[in-house]
């Protein structure tokens, strides 16, 4: 007999978890938040300047600014904006000039 877990619910204090390098680009920090389903939930923190490689939406991504600015492909984000982008997407170039902090949703990739 196969056993199957009801689904569960995750609860994070954001406070409680801490920042933490990304692996990715220098002067941004992360704060993960819970992953299901194939997706995962981070609170990202960029330093005045700071910038992201070009990467490939291996599938959908949402982001919703909640402090600064950000430039995601030459688009000016603020406070209070979101941005979706669709699987097959790519970030030639998001950075961020003052600095910001938003909520990110993406897609996981199967090694995570």
């Known amino acids: 007999m196969t056993f199957t877990a ?12 801490p920042w933490i390098d990304s692996k990715h680009a220098r002067g941004v920090q992360v704060k993960n938040l819970g992953k299901a389903n194939g997706r995962g939930l981070q609170l990202v923190r960029f330093e005045p300047g700071a910038s992201f490689p070009w ?5 959908p991504e949402f982001i919703f ?3 600064g600015e950000a430039v995601q492909n030459g688009k000016r984000l603020g406070r209070g904006w ?7 997407t790519t970030d030639e170039s998001f950075h961020s000039e003052t600095g ?3 909520l990110l ?8």
């Open 65 to 67: 600014l909640l402090d």
């Open 55 to 59: 990467h490939l939406h291996e599938g």
């Open 82 to 88: 979101s941005s979706v982008a669709e699987k097959g």
């Open 100 to 102: 910001c902090v938003f």
């Open 105 to 112: 949703c993406y897609a996981l990739l199967p090694s995570q």
């Open 6 to 17: 009801e689904p569960q619910f995750l609860f994070t204090d954001s406070e409680a978890v």
